[in-house]
């Protein structure tokens, strides 16, 4: 079992939808970060948190420690949201990556 | 403010042959990290240094050598490219507190 998962692995969205990615992790962490990266390829960070909740713009991050569970939320998505969207623990000052989230949003 | 810069950014390279990716930061970090990013699997850490003078390998080192030169570059080497290195690599300089900072990437191809 992978110590980080996210669900879904991929989601397509009308453009206006509110989207939800989930992150479960299953060991003590430090904190966690949501990434995302374009087609293009960069890796930039959007968030990181180790309790509560944090929005910037259209996007909100929250995380329940004691559930182990994290969820990154986008409201009113528009096309430019689709990239695929990681989120990464950290441990003993290193990050676990999840395998990612693709999403899609169309017109 | 160029942030992390790797280069270069494609290589292809045949199977045997020796190559280094360049990774250099202009943050002041301390700590800097090599990763690699294969389909359908998270970024795996191949190396990483926690400061000037220390490096330490991560979850897949093996075929892997890295050198920090000084604070602001950190280099990874292939001795002898095998086809199943073939993967995007990704450097990362860390700032505080666990503030991750990613350079673009190089997309190595081993035939």
């Known amino acids: 079992k992978n110590e980080v998962e996210q669900s879904p692995q991929n989601l397509t969205a009308q453009e206006g939808e509110f989207i939800t990615i989930n992150c479960s992790y299953s060991?003590?962490?430090?904190?966690l970060h949501w990434l995302q990266q374009h087609p293009g390829g960069g890796i930039v960070s959007l968030f990181m948190l180790s309790s509560g909740k944090k929005k910037h713009g259209r996007l909100i991050a929250t995380i329940n420690i004691q559930e182990k569970h994290s969820s990154l939320h986008i409201t009113a998505s528009h096309p430019r949201d689709s990239a695929v969207y990681i989120c990464?623990?950290?441990?003993?000052?290193?990050?676990?990556f999840g395998t990612g989230t693709r999403l899609q949003v169309f017109p | 403010n160029a942030g992390v810069t790797q280069t270069p950014k494609f290589q292809v390279l045949k199977t045997g042959q020796s190559m280094t990716l360049q990774c250099a930061q202009d943050m002041n970090h301390n700590s800097m990290y090599w990763y690699r990013q294969d389909p359908g699997m998270g970024l795996r850490l191949i190396y990483y240094?926690?400061?000037?003078?220390?490096?330490d390998k991560g979850e897949v080192p093996n075929g892997y050598n890295v050198s920090r030169l000084n604070k602001r570059e950190f280099s990874l080497r292939l001795e002898s490219a095998a086809p199943s290195q073939t993967s995007v690599y990704f450097c990362a300089s860390v700032g505080s507190p666990y503030e991750q900072y990613f350079g673009p990437g190089t997309r190595l191809t081993v035939t």
């Open positions: 060991v003590g962490i430090s904190a």
């Open positions: 990464a623990v950290i441990i003993i000052g290193k990050l676990i």
């Open positions: 240094s926690a400061s000037e003078g220390t490096t």
